[in-house]
């Protein structure tokens, strides 16, 4: 039995709408299949996977746009960073971000490296998502990335996108998952659910993006850089 926050994600979801749904829109690599295969079979905490629908969204956007330079805050097993990896061109960058490496070691490499022509454009970032943002922040990288996936921890949202939209150039496109948090930020009780809640009411209130937030997978807040 899928928990609640699984629900909506097509991997988990035993509702037929989002199957079909699932089934006529994602189009996974051999490489991107394996690693969403791996992670649910060997992570305790398989839950925290990118939902594959969600994961196409950007990597649909990423192609649109012509994106080269990418933002990943939360890598896990490295699920998402290998999508927007696929998506980029050739002399594409993925920076991701994570306090903790060992899915990234014990689930994720073993399937990059066997495939380097994503994993090079890969740039694997170990500690506090906010302390490296503002590292890029002050590296003078601002306006320089193309695209932003937020999807680490929940009660920093706020923030994350407020570094995101500095750093992302006009045009460029951020992705906010876990935005409905199944449903809890209709009424928020959790610091989580509140700073989702927060995130989600400053993106819709912010002049230097154009939004919407969709019931895609768990969730998804997308908002356009004007
Ligand atoms: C939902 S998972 C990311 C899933 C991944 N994006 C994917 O698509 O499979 C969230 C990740 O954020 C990481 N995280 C939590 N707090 C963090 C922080 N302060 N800075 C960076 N990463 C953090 C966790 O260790 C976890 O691996």
Not at 3 to 10: F, I
Not at 87 to 106: C, I, R, S, W
Not at 137 to 150: N, P, T, W, Y
Request: glycine share 6%; net charge negative.
């Amino acid at each position: 039995m899928a928990t609640p926050e699984a629900y909506k994600k097509s991997y988990s979801s035993k509702d037929p709408i989002i199957a079909y749904c699932a089934q006529h829109s994602i189009k996974q690599t051999p490489a991107e299949k394996e690693l969403q295969e791996a992670t649910l079979a060997n992570e305790k905490m398989c839950i925290m996977l990118g939902a594959p629908e969600v994961l196409q969204l950007g990597k649909n956007f990423i192609e649109l746009i012509g994106a080269k330079r990418a933002l990943d805050i939360g890598t896990f097993t490295g699920a998402s960073a290998l999508a927007w990896a696929t998506a980029l061109p050739d002399d594409g960058e993925v920076q991701t971000f994570d306090v903790d490496h060992t899915p990234l070691n014990n689930t994720g490499l073993p399937i990059l490296n066997k495939y380097p022509e994503f994993k090079k454009k890969i740039t694997f970032n170990l500690g506090s998502a906010l302390s490296k943002l503002d590292e890029l922040i002050a590296l003078g990288e601002s306006g320089k990335f193309d695209f932003a996936f937020i999807d680490a921890d929940k009660e920093v949202y706020p923030e994350y996108y407020e570094k995101s939209i500095r750093l992302l150039r006009k045009g460029g496109v951020i992705l906010v998952d876990n935005s409905i948090r199944s449903g809890q930020v209709v009424n928020p009780q959790t610091p989580q659910a509140k700073a989702i809640d927060e995130c989600n009411k400053n993106i819709f209130a912010d002049d230097r993006s154009a939004s919407i937030l969709l019931t895609l997978g768990d969730g998804t807040h997308v908002a356009f850089k004007r």
